[in-house]
């Protein structure tokens, strides 16, 4: 059997995809725990486990919620509706929140360079790792000279290490061995 989480990820996934294109994350998360409040009431509940057709479902409960639902938010409703997922609204908002957390938090990167980077280089350092972090991140910057050439990278305690040093050293150890 499947679960509400799993169910509702999708819609989750897709409801807050659109808020960050359209920069309103605060607006959709007001519109999900809104509806969930809705949902939560127990003669909706009965409603909408009832014998009504999605689109009529749909559009009572678009009633009901009023002016609190704009255009999309209408359209987020008709396809829950139509796909017969209203009822898992609550579990659609705790994983747009949780998404949006992630997507919220920042992570601290640290960038050690043996020379000065140019602007635009440190920017694409920083592009880079917030695709790959799907994150915020806030870079920190600094220039090692020990490193001789190239770069490291620390994010928490994973190490991207670029630099001729550090290819010394590996060298180094193989040569030994």
Known sequence: MINSMTLARPYAQAAFDYAVMKNRLDQ????LTFTTLV???PSIKDLISGPLAPTDLSELF?????DQLDKPGQNFIRILSENKRLLIIPTVLEQFIQLRTKYESIIEVEVLSSSKLSNIQISNIRVLMEKYLSSKIKLNYTIDKSLIAGLIIRIGDIVIDGS???RIEQLTKILQS
């Open 62 to 66: 678009i009633k009901i919620c009023g």
């Open 164 to 166: 001729i040093r550090n």
């Open 39 to 41: 949902v939560s009431c």
């Open 28 to 31: 959709w998360q007001n519109t």
